[in-house]
Structure formats: C-alpha cells, structure tokens
C-alpha cells in the first residue's frame, strides 16, 4: 500500500502562481511514475502531468505545457506541481496519483494504483 497526501492548494488570483505538493509513504521503494489530475464536478478526471521516478523524464496535457512544471525529491519521496500563470479555467481539485509498475499511458487514470485525497485550486479572474 502506498498513501499519498496533497497540499497547496488554495485561492489565487488569475496570473499567479501555487506549489502543489504530494508526499508518498508506504511500499514508496516501487514508485515507476507519479502524475497529477484534476476534476471539476460532473466531469471526469483529467491528466495534468507526470514524471517518472527514475530518470525524471515528464509529460504534460497541452492545457497546461509552459504554464506548469512537474518534478521529484527522490529522497523525500515527493512530487511536485508547480503552477504559474494561472486562470479561472484550472480550478479543480488536483489529484496526487501513483504507479507502482508499468500500468500504461501516462495521461491514462487507470495506469495509476494508488490516489491522494485531493486539494481545492480555486483561481479567480
């Protein structure tokens, strides 16, 4: 089992920015991918980004590319979003995911085993 808890979540004005952050503890020593999604009510969860745990290499939903910025501390078993120039259209909850294993796609919710609780990002215009 893996738990993951999310903070940095919070109300920020449209053009600024928030650190997301997610430490994993548990079975941590078999993390292949960590990735964030977000999901507005009545809508389904969507990909935000994803890193691998080794190596580091990362993928991004168009939405965001040049706008935020995912990466790791190995060491503290922790990933992190970084979100600039934010706009009233990333309000969502962010989920916090995590692949154990090869599970498929990274922009696929279903590659993901393990889930955080969520954390509010509100922007307002």
């Known amino acids: 089992q893996v738990q993951l808890v999310e903070s940095g979540g919070g109300l920020v004005q449209a053009g600024g920015s928030l650190r997301l952050s997610c430490v994993a503890s548990?079975?941590?020593?078999?993390?292949?991918?960590m990735g964030w999604f977000r999901q507005v009510p009545g809508k389904e969860r969507d990909f935000v980004a994803a890193?691998?745990?080794?190596?580091?290499?990362?993928d991004y939903a168009d939405s965001v590319k040049g706008r935020f910025t995912i990466s790791r501390d190995i060491a503290k078993n922790t990933v992190y979003l970084q979100m600039n120039n934010l706009k009233p259209e990333d309000t969502a909850v962010y989920y916090c995911?995590?692949?154990?294993?090869?599970?498929?796609?990274?922009?696929?919710?279903?590659?993901?085993?393990?889930w955080g609780q969520g954390t509010q990002v509100t922007v307002s215009s």
């Open positions: 995911a995590h692949e154990p294993l090869f599970g498929g796609p990274p922009s696929y919710s279903t590659s993901y085993r393990y």
């Open positions: 890193i691998r745990w080794s190596g580091g290499s990362t």
């Open positions: 548990g079975r941590t020593f078999s993390t292949y991918r």
